[in-house]
């Protein structure tokens, strides 16, 4: 049963969704707002948007219907909503590892993946924070909008519509594990470029080769050569 809900204002998507699960067959409910007041990201981050002119999504979805483990699910998340907004907008966006959306080298999506337990029922939480109209970040050198790299004008109510039918469709046709890795890797973004890193402190030129199906991001340093990194361990500095 496939449903989509809306909020004037909400504090988080993600922990609002529970309120739409009533039934013994709810999956694929999707809720959005135009103003969340306490967005959460990855690892305890914040996500912060100005109200009116930018999407928090939040799609919540069976986990029993998926066989894949939650790292190659969090890929094809990724994957799937990457492909999204490049049909969107007609511009090659990219995966910077391992949930957050590139487009013309600002970030413009951020995305949190939680798994819970709501009505006897277990549930991929599936969030994200588009950026769509806003066109001014202040002190966030490294964020943009849709609006802001390609210019184009977009209405929220239409966006959210189509989002919701193309993750949905997505969601219901799975392909293999390996297809899946592929082609996370094949639009990662920086991948097979000279970069910059941030360990412990410490700053070193480094490649990025390629994530695997543990969750690793592969990382091919000047210093102390090809070593597999979990997030938080290692920070893309550009």
């Known amino acids: 049963m496939t449903q989509l809900f809306h909020l004037q204002e909400c504090s988080s998507t993600n922990d609002e969704i529970s309120k739409f699960l009533l039934y013994e067959n709810s999956d694929f409910i999707g809720l959005s707002t135009y103003n969340q007041t306490k967005g959460r990201g990855q690892y305890g981050?914040?996500?912060?948007?100005?109200?009116?002119?930018?999407?928090?999504?939040?799609?919540?979805?069976?986990?029993?219907?998926?066989?894949?483990?939650?790292?190659?699910?969090?890929?094809?998340?990724?994957?799937?909503?990457?492909?999204?907004?490049?049909?969107?907008?007609?511009?090659?966006?990219?995966?910077?590892?391992?949930?957050?959306?590139?487009?013309?080298?600002?970030?413009?999506?951020?995305?949190?993946?939680?798994?819970?337990k709501i009505n006897q029922h277990n549930y991929f939480i599936i969030g994200a924070g588009f950026n769509v109209m806003q066109d001014k970040f202040e002190e966030i050198s490294h964020a943009g909008s849709l609006l802001t790299t390609t210019g184009k004008v977009f209405d929220l109510d239409d966006f959210v519509l189509n989002l919701h039918e193309f993750l949905s469709e997505k969601l219901k046709n799975i392909p293999s594990e390996q297809d899946i890795i592929d082609k996370f890797n094949l639009n990662l973004f920086r991948k097979d470029e000279i970069s910059v890193f941030e360990i412990?402190?410490?700053?070193?030129?480094?490649?990025?080769?390629?994530?695997?199906?543990?969750?690793?991001?592969?990382?091919?340093?000047?210093r102390d050569g090809l070593k597999p990194f979990y997030h938080k361990e290692i920070k893309l500095l550009y």
């Open 45 to 116: 981050n914040t996500w912060a948007a100005a109200a009116g002119k930018n999407v928090a999504y939040t799609l919540a979805v069976k986990a029993q219907s998926f066989v894949l483990s939650d790292f190659i699910f969090n890929y094809y998340t990724a994957v799937i909503i990457r492909d999204f907004l490049a049909n969107l907008t007609d511009h090659d966006v990219k995966i910077k590892w391992p949930n957050d959306m590139i487009l013309k080298n600002k970030k413009i999506v951020g995305i949190l993946i939680e798994k819970k």
């Open 200 to 222: 412990e402190k410490e700053r070193q030129n480094g490649i990025i080769r390629n994530a695997d199906e543990k969750g690793e991001l592969w990382i091919e340093l000047e």
